[in-house]
Every structure is written in structure tokens, then in C-alpha cells.
């Protein structure tokens, strides 16, 4: 059995010199008594593993909302294949992959029901009490909202991890954080958290889309690098032609292709940037853990199909349409009537505002419940039900 202080050993001979080590943690707010196996991060990893916001994220919509099928990814399956890419981008470049697991498990513990467009309205309605961005709000949940233990609110986890929540950043995700050493870059099992995430969403959208209609695999020619990967997986399987035996090789190769690519582009930052440590990367005030300018290239004519294509195809149009209606009308009725929010959050109303409970509130529903809250606050029920 390997105890911690021998894990934490372990680290210092097989990690890295520029990878965080659990031992050089900055800490944590609140003083815990020593676990006697787990590493820092592996205790986070656990933790985050083990709250409510994380299995709420299987019912929180990626793209297209749950409704419309049991296939399509799900905020949690979206998490669990960001961790994959993760931990096989930390484990390649010899990073902390317990810290790297950790920051992806946890990244999108902010987000809203109904995807982006949950954010986006919220954002719309928070503009004048501060604001609506789901990294802050991830941060919100881990440190105040989830009540998992009595000594102390939130999930008490260690710094780093904390910090790559705050500044996970994307083409989607643009923060600005006020904390955790905002001028400085994060650790790199940070920033291959974003790269995963990169990777993770530009393939799954496109077998979703697939799978839901909204394109035809003839469509890819549009996308040149990927009309290639997809040839490839057709020649491989002739008589498969618009079937999942070439559509799961072709999307397995859109993942490796951009790892492999993401993997010499980091080291060759690494190499020409001269990172020896720690500190190194957070000097750099650069992203070091990236693709290479020619992938980076790639992935916009790429992320431009998908927008043009997939993101504002009417069907996804009327969802969202749907989804801003819902959580604008619940937003409304709370603030107008704050007494039908929960006794719990009626309790934070003097400390937090009530914009804000009402934000934290809705932030936290998954869709299923937010669409039944919606009924019961606006449609005729049998009996009138509560």
C-alpha cells in the first residue's frame, strides 16, 4: 500500500520539474486533518467527484437538450471525456495528473441548465447585480454553495485546483478573474484542462450533429482536414458508408490528431520558452500547453462550421429560444414573488442579494427541474398541484 507521503515521493522522481507537486500546495482556506493514503489533489478529485453540483451535470444539457434524446452529451459526459483527453495530455507531458483530473471534473460545475443559452440569460439579467460568467460561479459552488461539511462551507479545495476553475479559459470561455494571481498564467495541468475541453467538444458536437440530423456526413467537405480524416475511416470500412463504423474511427482520429499535435506544440513551447519549473509557466503569461498555429487554424474553419451549421440550425434555435423564455420568466417571478424560493435561499437573501440567490438558484436546477418548476409556476396542473 502506498501512503501518501510515498505517492508524494513518487511525484518528485516521475513528474516533471515544471509540473505542480502535491506536497507544494498553497493550502486550503480551512485547516483538515491529514488524509493517510490520498494525495491533496486526489482528495479534491474525490471530493468534487462526490458533491451534488457534479451529479446534477447529467441532467444539465450540453448542446442539445435532453429532452430531445438519450444519446446526445450531457454536461457530465462532457466532463468525464474532458478528464480522459486530460489525463492522457498530463500523463504524455509528465504533469500532476491527480491536479489535472481534478480541474476537469470540476470545470463546469457552474454551468446552467440548457447549455450556453442558460448562461447567456442569466448573464442578460445579472448585468446590473454584478454579473453571470459559470467560472465564478463554479468557483461560488465549491467554496460557498455545496454543504457537505459542518466546519465550513463549500468543498474546501486546495488552491490550484481552485484556480483552474477560475481561469479555465476557451474559445467559448473568456474569464477575468480577480483572484488566485489573475496576471500570472496557471499551472499547466490547467491549461491542458483547456485544451481538453478544446478537443472534447469540437469532436462530440460533431457526432452528435450526426447522430441528431443536423448535418450529413457529405457536409464534413466543408471542413477539409476533417473531409480527410473522414475518407480515411471510409476507405478503412467501404461498405460503412454513413454508419457508425466510420463515423466512431473518424471521430477517434479527430481526437488523436489534435493530441498529438497539442502534445509536440507544448513541448516545443516548453523546449523554445525555456520552462524549468513551476514559476517558468506562470512567468510566461502565455498559454504553454496550446496547439500549433496550423491546428489552431484548422480548429476556427472547424469551430466556424459548427456555428454556422450545428449552433444556429433551427432546431437548435428553437431550443434556445425555449430555454431563454423558461429562465427569464423564473428569474422574474422570483424576483417579483422572492417568498417561492426555498426556505434555504430565502435565508441568504440580507447576505447575497437577492439577484444573486435567485441566480445561484437557477444556476443550480438541472433541466429537468427547471422545466418542471416552469410548469408548476405557469401551466394548469392536475389539481393544482404545488
Known sequence: ????????????????????????TRGRDYPIVADAIRTDFQRDRDRIIHCAAFRKLEYKSQVYFIQEGDYYRTRLTHTLEVAQIGRSLARNLRLNVDLTEAIALAHDLGHTPFGHTG?????????????????????????????RYPEFPGLNLTWEVREGISKHTTSYDQPRPDRFDP????????????????????????????AMGLIE??????????????????????????????????????????????????????ERLGIQSVE??????????????????DKTVLR??????????????????????????????????????????????????????????ISGMTDRFLLEDYVRAFEPTPFLRG
Open 183 to 210: 496576471d500570472l498564467s496557471p499551472t499547466l495541468e490547467a491549461q491542458a484542462v483547456e485544451i481538453a475541453d478544446e478537443i472534447a467538444f469540437s469532436s462530440h458536437d460533431i457526432d452528435d450533429a450526426l
Open 119 to 147: 448562461e447567456a440569460t442569466l448573464r442578460r439579467l445579472m448585468a446590473d447585480y454584478g454579473g453571470f460568467e459559470h467560472n465564478a460561479q463554479g468557483l461560488r459552488v465549491v467554496e460557498k454553495l455545496e454543504r
Open 280 to 297: 517558468d509557466v506562470r512567468a510566461a503569461r502565455r498559454r504553454v500547453v496550446a496547439f500549433s498555429p496550423k491546428m489552431a487554424d
Open 1 to 24: 500500500m502506498l501512503i501518501k507521503s510515498e505517492q508524494e515521493a513518487l511525484e518528485q522522481q516521475i513528474l516533471a520539474p515544471y509540473a505542480m507537486k502535491s506536497r507544494l
Open 217 to 270: 456526413e457529405e457536409d464534413l467537405r466543408g471542413v477539409g482536414w476533417l473531409w480527410e480524416i473522414w475518407e480515411r475511416a471510409r476507405a478503412a470500412c467501404p461498405n460503412g458508408r454513413g454508419s457508425d463504423r466510420v463515423k466512431y474511427p473518424a471521430i477517434g482520429q479527430l481526437i488523436e490528431l489534435q493530441m498529438l499535435d497539442a502534445l509536440e506544440a507544448t513541448e516545443a513551447n516548453i
Open 304 to 361: 466556424d462550421f459548427l456555428m454556422q451549421r450545428v449552433y444556429r440550425h433551427p432546431r437548435v434555435v428553437r431550443m434556445v429560444t425555449k430555454a431563454d423564455r423558461y429562465v427569464d420568466r423564473l428569474f422574474d417571478l422570483y424576483r417579483r414573488v422572492p417568498s417561492q424560493l426555498p426556505l434555504e435561499c430565502q435565508g441568504r437573501l440580507d447576505s447575497d442579494g437577492l439577484e444573486r440567490v435567485i441566480a445561484d438558484y
